[in-house]
């Protein structure tokens, strides 16, 4: 019997796919990446159902969508259900050796080996070297685990943060592909992101002091991700160096993406536009998944755990929401589903529907930028999602929430679950305040950073 493969998954945290080379982004920012996924299979349409971290990696890490994970919220509260296999659980019963290296949420559980790395703010340089912080933590265990390969395989996973901010990339990557003044007085792009009361105390303890245009910001996100791409490749060459690569399953998927200056989402990734769902997806293993192949029909995280097991020739009797992927990469199935029920637990509470030409958004309570409770995109007329059409078009806003109610119905029919966006009480993360009532409570009560480590920090860098 051959040996079975071994897989690394390398999870990459607010990963934007049209800001990477390979997905037609207009900078060279992932040449590495773009090689590697010469030698394997891309998919054009994966998409996060299920926003943000905590209830993608349960859907990534299980094959499941959120009924059954029932992980639909960033702060969930508990333990994964127990009824729910994780795929590090699955693997290790199939005699794997499992390491996870930065990655603790409720999808998390199984692993033999845990393993963290300073995954986010700045070190005594202010810059931010997160992907070199995780190597430095992760090519010693990788040793280890090809050492004892031979009699074991390994399932290793990698959670990469250099997308997510604070987008804080070491030189040369900071300058890279920015030319301009940050602080320029003329430019007031910056002004309504630095008036965000929810956020600018957080933005303001790592942007630089009077900082004025966006694509200051938006050059320091592109950076972040070139510079993780080169700390990626030392990750290739040191599977490559010890004559393991091609023996094994290696893939990069994004758990959601980044909204940068789009939406009011101020640099995050919160809100249910497409900027956020789409997300890379790339697999190369070696004669079981054909190189520079390009797969355009849509997939979900939920179909990722199938196809690994597949590729791995591992059988389960688990019932999976997703499905593998190997019917799409050799053709026999052009596309999975194309409509698909979409939800949103971070900083705002909606759901929605996405069809190839529609999109909408339901808000199930006030949000903190006071945007209407229906939403409604023309996908293929307006593909930024800027132009709602919910008040102009009633009849298509009826249709797509039947629909969507239809789904969430059945699913919980299926499951005997109920939709656990319905149920998430507290979900904001402040104890007792239950739904907002209004924009303005949602306003005032969310908010992320400290003012007073903002103004020292902002202080130090004047100084400096």
């Not at 994780?86 to 845990?114: H, K, M």
């Amino acid at each position: 019997m051959a040996k079975q493969p071994n897989i690394v998954l390398m999870g990459v945290d607010s990963l934007l796919a049209t800001h990477m080379s390979c997905y037609g982004y207009h900078r060279l920012t992932t040449p590495h990446i773009d090689k590697f996924a010469e030698g394997g299979t891309l998919f054009e349409k994966t998409y996060s159902a299920h926003i943000p971290t905590t209830s993608a990696y349960a859907s990534m890490l299980t094959g499941l969508d959120t009924f059954s994970t029932q992980v639909v919220a960033l702060r969930h509260q508990g333990p994964l259900r127990e009824e729910v296999k994780t795929l590090a659980e699955i693997l290790r019963e199939a005699g794997y050796d499992t390491t996870c290296v930065g990655f603790s949420g409720p999808s998390a559980r199984g692993f033999d080996t845990y393993l963290n790395y300073s995954g986010w703010g700045p070190d005594e340089s202010g810059r931010s070297p997160k992907a070199e912080n995780l190597n430095k933590t992760t090519l010693p265990e990788l040793n280890r685990l090809i050492d004892q390969s031979d009699e074991k395989p390994f399932f290793l996973f990698l959670r990469h943060m250099d997308p997510h901010s604070p987008y804080l990339p070491p030189a040369p990557y900071e300058r890279a592909f920015y030319h301009g003044d940050e602080c320029d007085p003329s430019n007031k792009s910056m002004e309504p992101v630095m008036t965000f009361k929810p956020f600018c105390d957080y933005f303001a303890s790592w942007m630089p002091p009077g900082i004025t245009d966006k694509d200051y910001v938006i050059a320091q996100y592109d950076g972040a991700i070139a510079y993780m791409d080169a700390c990626i490749q030392t990750l290739f060459n040191a599977l490559e160096a010890r004559g393991v690569l091609d023996e094994t399953i290696v893939i990069i998927n994004g758990d959601h993406g980044e909204t940068l200056y789009d939406h009011e989402c101020w640099f995050d990734h919160h809100g249910l536009y497409d900027v956020t769902l789409h997300v890379p997806l790339i697999i190369r293993y070696p004669g079981r998944v054909p190189a520079g192949k390009r797969v355009a029909g849509y997939n979900q995280h939920k179909d990722l755990v199938p196809t690994l097991l597949e590729l791995a020739d591992i059988d389960t009797n688990i019932a999976f929401d997703g499905q593998s992927l190997t019917a799409l990469i050799s053709g026999e199935i052009t596309s999975f589903e194309s409509e698909i029920y979409i939800t949103e637990c971070t900083w705002m509470r909606k759901h929605g529907w996405r069809t190839p030409e529609w999109k909408l958004i339901v808000a199930l309570e006030p949000d903190f930028h006071f945007k209407p409770p229906v939403e409604l995109y023309n996908l293929i007329q307006d593909p930024d999602e800027n132009n709602n059409l919910a008040e102009t078009l009633p009849d298509i806003v009826n249709v797509l929430e039947t629909r969507m109610k239809d789904w969430i119905r059945q699913r919980e029919q299926e499951t005997g679950l109920t939709n656990p966006i319905m149920i998430q009480g507290d979900w904001h993360g402040h104890k007792g305040v239950g739904p907002f009532k209004t924009s303005e409570q949602a306003y005032n009560t969310m908010h992320i950073g400290d003012a007073g480590a903002a103004a020292r920090l902002q202080a130090k860098s004047r100084g400096e």
